[in-house]
C-alpha cells in the first residue's frame, strides 16, 4: 500500500501517470494453483480420453498409454518431449474458436483430484483482491504466464477480471483460412512461442509494448520478469508467491519440478523484492464458494 | 452512427457489452497517409544517413548506395529483398528502448518531402474524430498494421489516444539480455512476424484473442481483417478508405504498388462494407496546426 501510494500520489517523486501503471502476473501457482501438476496438464489428459476412441494407435503410443493409463508420473517422467507431443495432439488441429469453447466446457466441469474444486475456484483469495486494488488505483493488470495464451483466455475476464488483450502466454502457430466458407483461425501444431523466464520479458515487450511498474510470480520462471520490471528507473514492486503452506495448500520451493523457487528465494532480498509466506502471511486461501 | 446505436443500445438485438466492442484500425494509408512511399522507409532511409559514416562499404553496397545517393525508386525497385536488408540494418541490433529513443527523436524532427510537415502531423482528421467517436461510446481501439511495431507504439499514444499495448504490427525477433548489467531487449536481425493480409486476423488472434465488431483499412492488405470482422455474428462494420483526392491528398488504388485496393473495390458492396470516397466525403484531411 505504501508502494501503491507513493506511484498514485501526484505530489510524490515517484508519481506514475496512469497508463504506465503496469503490473503483470505469472498465473500458474500465482493466480491459481499448480499441484500436483500443472492444471493444462490436467486438461491435456482428459482431452486424451475423449480423444482415444478416434485415435486407438494411443493405446500403446508414448505418451498417450501413460496416461489412458492414469499414470501421469510416468508421462512426467519422458520429460518435455512428452509434454510438447501430449499438447500438441490435444491443443491443435482445431480453431481457436473451437479450442476455446473445449476449454469453457472443460473449466465448467472439471474437478481438482483432490479438492475436488473446479479448477477456476483454486484461484488466492488474497490475489484477486490484490488484482482488485491495483484496478482501483487505475493500473491495468496483466496475466504473463508459461500457460498457453489460448488455454486462459477462455476464463481469465470472469475470474480475474483480466480481458483476452490482457493475457501473455505461450502459444502455437496459427494460420488464418476460410472453412466452409467461414474465415478460422487454425491452430498448428508447431510452437510459436515460450512465455517463461527470459521469455516473459520478451512477451511483455511484444504485448504491452511497456515496462510493467509491478511484477508478481512464485518460480524461478518469473524470475527475468520481475528483474526486467524491478530493474526500472522510479518506484518498482517485484512481489514472490512463497508456497509454504503444506496443509490448506502445497509446500514447495528449491527442489520442486513444479513452480521450483531457488534463485528467488536466494536473491529476492538484495533484489528488494517481497516474498509472501503463504503459511503465515495468507489468512484465507481459496474464495468461499456460494452455498 | 446507426451501427453504433445498434450496438450501444441495451434494448437492441445487437447489443454488444462494452468488453466485446473491439475496433480495429490500419495505420499505412488509414490513419496517417503512405505516399509516395511508406513513411516507415522514409525513417529508413534517414536511418541509413545517420548511420553511414560507420559503414563506408554502403558507398557501392545496395540498396544502401542507392538510398545514400537519394535514388529511392532504385530501392524500390530492388524488391522486397531489399526492404527487409534495409529494415534489417536500420531497425536491429540496438535496444528496443534505443530504437523508440531514435523513432521518437525522428518524429519530431522529419517532415515530409512534399508537404514539408512533421510525418505524424499527416494524420487524417476524419479519422481521428471517428476514433474520439467510437472510445466515446466505450470501443476499445486497437491499430492492426503491416508497419512494424515497435516503430508506431512511440507515438500512438499522443497521435491517436492509442496505447502501446493497443498496437498489433510486424516485428522482428528480440531477446532479453543484461547489458552492463541492465535488462534490456534486444533487437534481433530476424523476421519475426508480418501483419499483413492474413497475418492480420492471426495478429488480431494473438494479440486481442477475439474478434473485432469494426475493422477500418484502406487496402487489399486489409482485406482478411475486414473479411474475419464482419463474418462475425450480429451486427459487424467494414470500412474501406478510397484515396480519390489528387488534389488535397493522393489518388490511387487497383494499380497502386504502395496500399493496392482492387479486391476491396470489387467485393465491397456485396460484402455490406463502407466505403469512403475521401474527395467527396471528406471536408477536412489534415488537422489544423497550431501556428
Do not use: C
Request: hydrophobic share 40%; no cysteine.
Amino acid at each position: 500500500m505504501d508502494f501503491v501510494d507513493r506511484v498514485t500520489d501526484e505530489g510524490s517523486a515517484d508519481f506514475v501517470p496512469i497508463p504506465e501503471r503496469i503490473a503483470t502476473f505469472d498465473n500458474d501457482g500465482n493466480l491459481w494453483a499448480e499441484q500436483p501438476v500443472y492444471f493444462q496438464l490436467f486438461f491435456a489428459v482428459d482431452r486424451v480420453k475423449a480423444m482415444a476412441a478416434d485415435h486407438s494407435e494411443w493405446a500403446t503410443e508414448e505418451p498417450f498409454a501413460s496416461v489412458l493409463a492414469g499414470d501421469l508420473q510416468g508421462v512426467l517422467a519422458n520429460g518435455e518431449k512428452a509434454l510438447v507431443e501430449l499438447i500438441m495432439a490435444t491443443h491443435t488441429g482445431l480453431s481457436s474458436e473451437e479450442f476455446a469453447h473445449t476449454v469453457k466446457i472443460w473449466t465448467e466441469n472439471a474437478r481438482h483430484p483432490e479438492t475436488g474444486r473446479l479448477y477456476t475456484e483454486m484461484v488466492y483469495q488474497p490475489m484477486l483482491e490484490l488484482l482488485d486494488y491495483l484496478r482501483a488505483n487505475d493500473f491495468k493488470t496483466f496475466i504473463v504466464s508459461g500457460g498457453g495464451i489460448e488455454f486462459m483466455r477462455p476464463w481469465t475476464e470472469a475470474v480475474y477480471g483480466i480481458p483476452p488483450e490482457q493475457v501473455v502466454g505461450s502459444s502455437v502457430k496459427t494460420e488464418y483460412a476460410l472453412v466452409d466458407g467461414e474465415p478460422a483461425i487454425l491452430r498448428l501444431p508447431e510452437i510459436n512461442f515460450i512465455d517463461d523466464k527470459a521469455g516473459k520479458p520478451v512477451g511483455i515487450n511484444q504485448h504491452i509494448g511497456r515496462r510493467p511498474i509491478f511484477a508478481s510470480g512464485n518460480s524461478d520462471g518469473d524470475f527475468q520478469m520481475l528483474e526486467y520490471t524491478t530493474a526500472g528507473r522510479g518506484a518498482r514492486f517485484g512481489l514472490l508467491l512463497h508456497h509454504t503452506d503444506a496443509e490448506r495448500e502445497w509446500a514447495y520451493d528449491r527442489d520442486s519440478h513444479i513452480g521450483r523457487l531457488d534463485r528467488g528465494l536466494d536473491e529476492a532480498d538484495e533484489r528488494g523484492w517481497v516474498v509472501i509466506d503463504m503459511a503465515e502471511d495468507w489468512n484465507t486461501i481459496w474464495p468461499e464458494l456460494d452455498d
